[in-house]
């Protein structure tokens, strides 16, 4: 933050249980405004700290009016600017945002250069590339970095050579962007400033390379980033380190782990977060959407629409595995004529690097739809993009798209190329999910050219890489696509049109389990209890919420999952959506943007009004969220997602013991029993088994 002494005299933040006790304890005198500029400074360090964004913001205020009572006008614009940063870094509203860098460059008018100037030049950098502003922002930038320079202020320096490496690569100037990444966070590791800045230096590293898709870059920063996180973290860098972590754990076919570290990061930043929520939110839905939980995926996804994000293409992936092509074509070319306006430091602002995601769905569900001219355009720009950037993966989604469309156009010579191609590069990435896509595509394409040997290679090396990774809709695909794949692929499997028995009986606390000639007992568990239900049943849903009060009976399904520690929830427990120091906070930054408005027409520039309406109606939809018929605080209610979690963990920690002893009815289960928020036991019909539970 803009401190000569950077911010190393913030003292010591409790532990995370203590945090909303300490949060708590220092609101009262930011709330009455009583206090020196000094210690409103004191207590707005020390609550961003303990997590209280609302606090910290409060109490910068009140320094800052405090210090503009006192004529101290670089003081009074030194403490607009940190007012500024915080709502910027966490709230993604750009309009109050603009209001308080207004008010610091009216207060440093006429004044000597300080670092202060190269702190207000950062914040406009920032707010600038976030509303896509790509002309004004790389001018800031410049401005951030040359006063930093001239004034000896390194943390503003380091910040505004991200924001200048990112435009770089936005404009296609790859390697210049590149070079200046590495140059700007080596520099600020090894120089020891302050967690805050450390924080967004990581966070812009690794956003930068996620979104240039260069993903073994992203990997060895952010186990960097998770390493400073243990020690150093604060705020809301904690959450976003998480959600880093579950990008690279999804990609590495980790799926499980993935969503832990999503669910943690959601119930981590929703404290934090406003309109950036619905990032985590659509990376735990697409977690759930490849390990085949459509209701979960779906559940998340929406949740992300409801807070202003725009989920595609997860949503529009989702409708196709729906079976809905329709209303995925229609998500998917709205996702693309109309994009998002939401300012976001997590994705790219605009162009290629923004459109190389939603153009590779738009290609198989195109595909699927029979819409080759659709399919056909996307292709060819994604192959421009990928041509522009470099990146190993767009390179490979570029080609497996290109293999589709020939596929689909009746070249299946073009096909087995393009595709054989993008299962070398996929490969060299790491990523065996996408490995896995495109070896189902060359399957097929070799299919098409009566190479059919070659073809059922290819589809068995796909089935058994989905089946690994958790991926039973997609392993399911796969088959279906090999006609001649063998029965014997499957686990457990009996002769097309017979059953076989099988024996899963509780007897006290022991349960007898029979299957494939082998008997064993086990000791009885939850999640043995939880899989008798739906062996009980084979094909019907049970919602997770069933399944727990059919094992706990009165037990409050409330606190189910909380006895690890974890909250698995997108809210914060059973608490008022908004409390009242957040109602208010809200209240003002309505009258800035009301502010920002009247100043945006007076000078007509409509796209600042479309910005600054579209923060204003994000913010009346929260305070009508927060509050119930007659003025009543609505409250979170987490009992689904916590009871989601523990039903999960509970089958996966009782598949594990019964693969002890039982490997063939383990892989059985893992195959057919479906967790999420419906679990199901689906097995397939030639492979079906009569339990006597």
Sequence with gaps: MPDDTDLRSARGAPSRGSRREAAEASRPAAADGRGSAEEFERLAEAAYRRGDLEG???????????????????????????????????????????????????????????????????????????????????????QSIEI???????????????????????????????????????????????????????????????????????????????????????????????????????????????????????????????REFGWPLTELGTIRLRKGDLAGAEEAFLAAHANGWDPNPGLALLRLAQDDVAASSALIRDALEHPSRVPSKERPPYGGLARAPLLDAQVEIAVAGGDLAVAALAADELDQISAAYGSSALT???????????????????????????????????????????????????????????????????????????????????VSTGADTDHDARPAQAAEGTASPGVFRRSGDTRTVEFDGRTVLFRDLQGMRYLARLLAEPGREFHVLDLVASEQGSRSTASVGAEDGLVYSYGTGTGPLLDDQAVQAYKRRLLDIEEDLEEAERMGDTERVSLATADRDYLLGELSRAFGLGGQHRVNGAASERARASVTRSVRYALARLGQNSPALAEHLRYTVHTGTYCSYTPDPRAAVTWQV
């Design 396 to 478: 490979a989604a570029a080609r497996l798209a290109r293999g589709r469309v020939a596929l689909a156009q009746g070249d299946a010579k073009a096909a087995v190329l393009a595709c054989d191609e993008a299962v070398g590069i996929w490969s060299e990435v790491g990523a065996p999910y996408e490995v896995a896509l495109a070896r189902v595509a060359l399957g097929r394409a070799h299919q098409a050219c009566g190479n059919e040997e070659r073809a059922q290679l290819e589809l068995r090396a796909a089935q058994t890489a989905f089946e690994r990774v958790g991926a039973p809709l997609k392993a399911r695909e796969a």
């Design 56 to 142: 910290a913001v409060a109490a910068w205020e009140h320094a800052h009016r405090v210090y503009d009572q006192r004529g101290e006008a670089v003081e009074a614009a030194r403490a607009a600017v940190n007012v500024a940063t915080y709502l910027m870094i966490d709230t993604g509203l750009m309009a109050p945002v603009r209001g308080w860098t207004a008010r610091a460059e009216r207060l440093l008018d006429g004044t000597d250069e300080t670092p202060v100037h190269a702190w207000l030049a950062m914040v406009r950098a920032y707010e600038r590339l976030m509303c896509g502003d790509m002309s004004q922002a790389g001018h800031w930038a410049r």
């Design 148 to 274: 930093g320079t001239r004034q000896g202020a390194r943390a503003p320096v380091a910040v505004g050579q991200m924001a200048a490496a990112r435009l770089l690569i936005f404009e296609g100037e790859v390697q210049k962007g590149l070079e200046l990444l590495d140059e700007a966070a080596v520099a600020t590791v090894s120089a020891e400033l302050e967690p805050l800045v450390v924080g967004i230096v990581y966070c812009e590293l690794i956003c930068a390379m996620q979104g240039l898709a260069q993903y073994d870059r992203a990997a060895q920063w952010t186990d960097a980033m998770e390493q400073w996180r243990q020690a150093h973290a604060f705020g809301s860098f904690n959450g976003r380190c998480r959600v880093h972590r579950a990008e690279i754990l999804r990609l590495r076919g980790s799926w499980d782990e993935a969503e832990i570290e999503a669910v943690r990061a959601c119930e981590e930043l929703r404290p934090w977060m406003r």
